[in-house]
C-alpha cells in the first residue's frame, strides 16, 4: 500500500513542480518586461524566487517519492 501512495505522491510532487517551473518562468518574464512599471516587475522578481524555492521542494519531494516507490 506504501508503494501506491508514494507512487501517488511522486506524480503530485512532479506536476507541482512543473507549474512551479512554468510560474517562476512567466514571472521572469515579467520582471524583465520594460514596459512593466516598477512595482509589477518587483513583485514578479519576489514570486519568481518563492516559484524557484517550491519548484525545489516539490522536485526533491517527488525523487524522494520515486525512490520510496522502487523499494
Known amino acids: 500500500m506504501d508503494k501506491i501512495s508514494n507512487a501517488a505522491n511522486y506524480v503530485s510532487d512532479t506536476v507541482k513542480g512543473a507549474t512551479s517551473t ?5 514571472n521572469k518574464e515579467v520582471a524583465k518586461d520594460n514596459s512593466a512599471d516598477l512595482s509589477t516587475r518587483a513583485t514578479a522578481t519576489k514570486d519568481a524566487l518563492g516559484d524557484k524555492v517550491d519548484e525545489k521542494k516539490h522536485n526533491t519531494s517527488a525523487d524522494v ?4 516507490a522502487k523499494h
Do not use: L, P, R
Open 22 to 26: 512554468a510560474s517562476k518562468e512567466a
Open 65 to 68: 517519492n520515486k525512490e520510496a
